[in-house]
């Protein structure tokens, strides 16, 4: 597999920096709620099917937080994603690279 490559992504102008989660809704929709060190909120939603997704405390990921450049956005988009590499394998042909 071709090396892993977090990229910045800018969903929307004037977005802080940082954020935190701060709810996660999983019913009819995916709806993440996260809020900055300003106590300003912003709400991700996904109406259609998630297929797949992981929370853990940033604790529990040292190993990836080592990179500093990843403690100061909160937004990537992964390039050769070593976890959607995993659920495809995992998924035995059932979802498609185009899907995820």
Do not use: Q
Not at 27 to 42: G, P, S, T
Not at 70 to 98: C, D, H, M, Q
């Amino acid at each position: 597999m071709h090396e892993e490559i977090w990229k910045k992504w800018i969903p929307k102008e004037n977005l802080s920096g940082k954020y935190y989660i701060k709810k996660i809704c999983d019913e009819e929709e995916l709806k993440i709620e996260l809020i900055d060190d300003n106590n300003r909120n912003v709400s991700v939603i996904w109406k259609s099917i998630v297929e797949s997704y992981t929370c853990s405390e940033e604790v529990n990921r040292n190993k990836l937080y080592n990179d500093a450049n990843l403690t100061k956005w909160t937004f990537f988009e992964v390039i050769n994603s070593r976890y959607i590499a995993w659920l495809l394998e995992e998924s035995e042909g059932i979802l498609i690279k185009t899907r995820c």
